[in-house]
Structures are given as C-alpha cells and as structure tokens.
C-alpha cells in the first residue's frame, strides 16, 4: 500500500484542555483512549499520532486499511474535517468537525494521549 501523502493544509496550534473538552462531546460516544478494540464500538484512540492507520486489533473497512496513511497532526486535521470524504468508504459514521480551531484543539489532546 502506497503512502499517501501529508495534505497541505495549515494545522493552527491547538490548546489540549479545550480539546479535551472536544474528545468527551464528540468522540466519547464511540472512542476511548484505551481498551479492547475487539469489542468496541470503534477503536480506541491512545496513541493515533504517529501510527498507521487501520494498524489495530479492529475490523477497519478496506478503504482505511488501504489508505497509506500515518497519522499526522495533518493527516488528522483533514479527515475530521469530513471523514468520507478523506477516506470514502470508512464506517466511521460521523459528519465531521468544521471548525479549524476545534479540529486543531482535538489533535492537541490527542498528541498528548
């Protein structure tokens, strides 16, 4: 699988607390940071920064598993921009954080975790 390359998008300097808040309204309700993955609604978060995607114990759909991506701070501000549409035919079921400020204050935390 080909890695894809890091979208050129400007990644504004997040703040971790705000984006604490951000991962318990809108991600809490499928991820965690950490647990089984096997038997989850979705899989856990802790330490996505850095990995490849779809490289967890956890029935990803084939079009994330092939994707080629890292995850970066960059990588990550454009998929939860509009999930689908940086990776159409995920199953993750959620229309995405508009936002940039809010995007960027979740990859803060997540880095962090």
Not at 8 to 31: M, Y
Not at 66 to 88: D, Q, R, T
């Amino acid at each position: 699988m080909p890695k894809k390359k890091t979208p050129k998008v400007k990644v504004p300097k997040g703040d971790p607390e705000k984006g604490k808040k951000v991962f318990e309204a809108e991600c809490t309700t499928c991820h965690a940071l950490e647990g089984d993955d096997r038997n989850a609604a979705a899989p856990n978060l802790g330490g996505i920064i850095g990995r490849k995607a779809a490289a967890r114990d956890y029935p990803y759909s084939n079009s994330l598993k092939k994707s080629g991506i890292k995850w970066n701070a960059k990588h990550m501000f454009k998929y939860l921009e509009a999930p689908a549409k940086c990776v159409p035919g995920n199953r993750m079921a959620y229309g995405g954080i508009k936002d940039k400020q809010t995007r960027a204050d979740l990859i803060a935390y997540l880095k962090n975790n």
